[in-house]
């Protein structure tokens, strides 16, 4: 399922704040130059006027006094020039070729200086206009000059300049400049405002793109950034969510593939190690950490030598690398206290997806089970062989003899005849536990089930071997609690489970001693007893006590007439019934074989 991701605050992206800031000192700058040329520009243009204003005016005094004062040493001159100068707010001064002053709008010309070296009055005399901008000390403030030669008859015969005060003249220009740089100001609050909205839209589906772009690589691969532009940035996250869509799919399917290969791999009863090309672990199920007793999840990432430190499996792993081809092998690991670890080693090269080498994965298969299952029929085979060559034997020599000696007397031929029916008898028992016990084995062990109480088969059991106990003079005794103890199986296949444990137990209990028979319920259990006070057995027997004619002292089970099958039906019987058989002993100290049977439900 797919999902609009959420926008982050955008005043908190260092994009837009960046991208802003450009703008802003873009704008600053443009703002900044272009109201500098505008003031700069005005101010020129205002002194171009100022300065073209006093021209014309001197040229309408120039025209006046040329018109109307041709003596001007005549006192009506000064009052002239000063009432021009007034309706003009101009100052005006009228000065003869050599620079004396014979008229002043707002000065005393007989108090003046000659005029005659300011570079105003020179330019005009020489130009016929001259400019200037200096303090007059007469005034003592800074204005702007303007003269104008005055000609008559084709000479030059005197100047008149005009002046104003710069003053006036900067109080305007500041004024101007106050509103070109509010005006300038207002602008750039405008152009700011604007920007930022336009920094924003821009940068809002950025922003999107970036919080969708961590979404996923934190995983969450449904995420998808709104688009309603057709413009790039539109087009970009129409890409990014082809993109996103396309990646949520491919994820899945490693994670499914991994997911599979994981339950496959940690399903398998095989241990798998897996290592790059550097020999470093890349993988390795639950099962050979196992077998090699560290954790996989510690050893992935670390080196090979580190975490498998048996040398055939770095010695195969190294050679598959190598030589690039299938190595097999079988090792022994000497870890379990009582039997050594089998395993079969089979290392192929790993490669990738173009066929290059990548490394190596090697298959640890336990096959102890296997080999002891071999080891267990070969002997098996060799023991049913000598077992059953015995009495065949000794039946094959006696009748040989008795057929090629007719005169043998008759006290002797019943030896032997005797003999050959207790040979007959052995054999006949040996071939009657093999087909118990392969009946058993074959999973119709159980002829029948049925509610039994088991108090009977024991009762049963105890009363069989009541002449055996007399003979060997062994003393048997019974707790065999009141209450019913029932169960479901096979009331024969019980009677001889505990016809052999009773057997046993008088056999290898001297003369003189005791066999206890106990049968009780402990909880969902039966439990039956059976100990004696006989040679007792070696701990390291233990395990293999249940094993096909596997005898502690063969000698003497021979003697006593076993067939070495007795324990491993015992075994079989508990198993078909659901239960299970154990043993406690201490050589000299007796044995006890507990057998505990699952109560039957009411």
Request: net charge neutral; aromatic share 4%; with cysteine.
């Given at each position: ?255 499914n593939d991994r997911n ?156 032997f005849v005797q003999k ?33 109480d088991l108090r009977e ?146």
């Amino acid at each position: 399922m797919t999902a609009i991701v959420a926008s982050r605050n955008p005043l908190r992206s260092r994009f837009l704040w960046k991208l802003y800031a450009g703008l802003v000192v873009l704008v600053l700058l443009t703002a900044s130059t272009i109201g500098m040329l505008v003031t700069r520009q005005f101010t020129d243009d205002a002194l171009d006027a100022a300065r073209r204003d006093l021209e014309s005016k001197a040229i309408l005094v120039a025209d006046v006094l040329d018109a109307h004062h041709d003596d001007w040493s005549d006192p009506r001159l000064l009052k002239r020039v000063t009432e021009i100068g007034a309706k003009l707010r101009t100052r005006l001064t009228v000065m003869r070729r050599d620079g004396t002053v014979v008229a002043d709008s707002e000065g005393d010309p007989a108090t003046m200086d000659n005029h005659g070296d300011r570079p105003e009055v020179i330019a005009a005399l020489e130009n016929g206009v001259g400019r200037g901008t200096r303090r007059s000390e007469t005034l003592g403030s800074d204005l702007l000059y303007v003269a104008v030669a005055v000609k008559k008859d084709g000479g030059v015969e005197g100047v008149v300049r005009t002046a104003v005060e710069l003053g006036a003249l900067e109080s305007r220009l500041a004024e101007l400049r106050t509103i070109i740089a509010a005006s300038t100001v207002l602008a750039v609050a405008v152009a700011l405002a604007i920007g930022f909205l336009v920094v924003r839209r821009i940068t809002a589906p950025l922003i999107r793109m970036t919080a969708a772009a961590e979404s996923l690589s934190s995983g969450d691969y449904g995420r998808r950034v709104p688009s309603s532009s057709k413009d790039e940035v539109g087009q970009l996250a129409d890409s990014f969510n082809r993109m996103a869509s396309q990646l949520e799919n491919r994820v899945r399917t490693i994670t499914n593939d991994r997911n599979k290969l994981a339950a496959i791999l940690g399903g398998m009863v095989e241990g798998i190690v897996a290592v790059d090309r550097e020999k470093r672990v890349i993988h390795m199920n639950a099962v050979a950490g196992g077998f090699l007793g560290v954790s996989p999840s510690l050893a992935v990432g670390k080196p090979g030598a580190d975490i498998i430190r048996i040398d055939e499996i770095s010695s195969i792993l190294r050679q598959t690398i190598d030589d690039a081809r299938e190595v097999k092998g079988e090792l022994v690991l000497a870890r379990h206290p009582r039997r050594s670890l089998i395993l079969e080693t089979l290392a192929s090269p790993l490669r990738d997806g173009e066929g290059n080498l990548i490394g190596a994965v090697v298959v640890l298969h336990d096959v102890t089970e296997l080999r002891h299952l071999e080891a267990v029929r070969r002997d098996f085979v060799a023991n049913v062989s000598h077992e059953l060559k015995t009495p065949i034997t000794t039946i094959r020599g006696i009748s040989e003899t008795m057929f090629e000696d007719a005169e043998m007397p008759t006290k002797t031929r019943h030896r032997f005849v005797q003999k050959l029916q207790n040979q007959a008898i052995r054999l006949s028992d040996l071939v009657g536990d093999l087909l118990t016990l392969a009946r058993l084995e074959s999973g119709d062990g159980v002829l029948s089930s049925s509610l039994i109480d088991l108090r009977e088969p024991v009762r049963y059991s105890v009363n069989a071997i009541l002449g055996v106990v007399d003979e060997h003079g062994v003393r048997v005794e019974t707790d065999i609690q009141k209450r019913p103890v029932m169960v479901l199986g096979d009331e024969q296949s019980l009677r001889q489970m505990i016809s052999n444990l009773l057997d046993n137990a008088v056999k290898y209990t001297p003369k003189g001693g005791q066999v206890w028979l106990r049968l009780h319920a402990n909880g969902n259990d039966a439990v039956i007893e059976v100990q004696d006070t006989g040679v007792g057995i070696d701990s390291v027997h233990h395990d293999r006590l249940f094993e096909r004619f596997y005898r502690v002292d063969r000698a003497r089970s021979r003697e006593l007439g076993g067939t070495g099958l007795g324990l491993s039906i015992v075994k079989h019987v508990c198993l078909a019934h659901g239960g299970e058989v154990s043993v406690e002993s201490e050589p000299g100290q007796g044995s006890t074989f507990r057998v505990r049977l699952p109560l039957a439900t009411a």
